[in-house]
């Protein structure tokens, strides 16, 4: 089992910057890989970015050059910086790990970007 808390959500004037966190409730061993998706009112959830145990990153095509994933595997924590926000990145942000065939998603914290 793997808890997972995302935290650093909250509201910011587009052009601004935010930076989500998500503890795990243990190490990062056996971990394949940590991702961050979203969701919007009326939309699916999407893949925002994702970061492997061998730190191999990749990113959704509206987030790349924005959105920096890094871990620290000392805290078990992985972040999200967001840079440049657009009204079009508000939504529920979500912090899922990959163990194996199991997959734990925390229980999101929201990020609204104003125009």
């Known amino acids: 089992q793997v808890q997972l808390v995302e935290s650093g959500g909250g509201l910011v004037q587009a052009g601004g910057s935010l930076r989500l966190s998500c503890i795990a409730s243990?190490?990062?061993?056996?971990?394949?890989?940590m991702r961050w998706y979203r969701q919007a009112p009326g939309k699916q959830r999407e893949l925002v970015a994702g970061?492997?145990?061998?730190?191999?990153?990749n990113y959704g095509d509206s987030v790349k050059g924005r959105f920096t994933i890094s871990r620290d595997n000392a805290k078990n924590t992985v972040y999200l910086q967001m840079n440049n926000l657009e009204p079009e990145d508000t939504g529920v942000y979500y912090c899922?790990?990959?163990?194996?065939?199991?997959?734990?998603w925390g229980q999101g914290t929201q990020v609204t970007v104003s125009s």
């Open positions: 970061i492997t145990s061998s730190g191999n990153t």
């Open positions: 243990r190490s990062f061993f056996g971990i394949n890989a």
């Open positions: 899922k790990a990959i163990f194996g065939l199991r997959e734990y």
